[in-house]
């Protein structure tokens, strides 16, 4: 069965720390995507990747930055967090033109 | 600048009815469209999708209409169960990118 495993469900952070968001698929796909969801905002794209080491900006990137090492790996990065960075953060894994698989989200908070 | 626009925050809806969640996009190049629902604490998942060269794809209570010349797309659920409630999120794609709405909160009373 198809997986995106996304490493913390809750995490709390202070405002300027450095935060690693870990995301890990099993399903061999290509593209890698992180969304942050915010209420009456929905679900808005931050980064996305379509192979290793490549990266595209999605909508939101400031602020974040990503890493994609290995093909089932995709991190988001927080430089310096902030409170306006306080929120849903989804990850995503689609093969090319298939339906999107996202896993089930970490709630950041800074404080 | 907000490409897919979901203009109805929330819909309350008595089981067994229909509910008809709502979407309006911007951007043209969009190719394939995608109704996704998610529920608390959970990741969103996907529920239909529609092409661009189609107008209607149905899927057991769940069918989406697709309105080209007025940028419209529509999901219908019949009958509405209490278990839809959810929110809902419509999504256009183009490319690689998929980008989403803000969302409607369905309530399916009992």
């Known amino acids: 069965d198809v997986k995106v495993t996304q490493s913390s469900r809750y995490l709390v952070k202070r405002t300027g720390e450095k935060v690693f968001l870990e995301c890990v698929q099993d399903?061999?796909?290509?593209?890698m995507f992180w969304y942050r969801q915010d209420p009456g905002l929905g679900l808005r794209l931050i980064y996305f990747s379509y192979d290793v080491k490549m990266k595209e900006k999605g909508d939101i990137p400031e602020g974040y930055s990503v890493s994609r090492e290995k093909k089932e790996r995709f991190s988001l990065i927080l430089e310096s967090a902030s409170t306006n960075q306080t929120s849903m953060y989804l990850c995503?894994?689609?093969?090319?033109?298939?339906?999107?698989?996202f896993g089930s989200g970490t709630q950041l908070s800074v404080l | 600048d907000q490409q897919v626009k979901q203009n109805s925050p929330s819909l309350s809806v008595q089981e067994g009815r229909i509910s008809i969640l709502n979407c309006d996009y911007t951007?043209?190049?969009?190719?394939?469209f995608l109704w996704y629902k998610k529920y608390p604490a959970e990741g969103p998942t996907f529920l239909i999708s529609?092409?661009?060269?189609?107008d209607k794809n149905e899927d057991g209570r769940f069918t989406v209409f697709l309105n080209k010349s007025a940028k419209h797309l529509s999901l219908h659920i019949v009958p509405s169960q209490p278990g839809d409630s959810a929110v809902y999120f419509c999504?256009?794609?183009?490319?690689?990118?998929?980008?989403f709405g803000a969302g409607t909160i369905l309530r399916v009373k009992s």
């Open positions: 999504g256009g794609e183009y490319g690689n990118k998929l980008v």
């Open positions: 995503a894994s689609t093969q090319l033109n298939e339906k999107l698989f």
């Open positions: 529609i092409s661009s060269i189609k």
């Open positions: 951007n043209s190049m969009f190719d394939y």
């Open positions: 399903m061999d796909h290509e593209n």
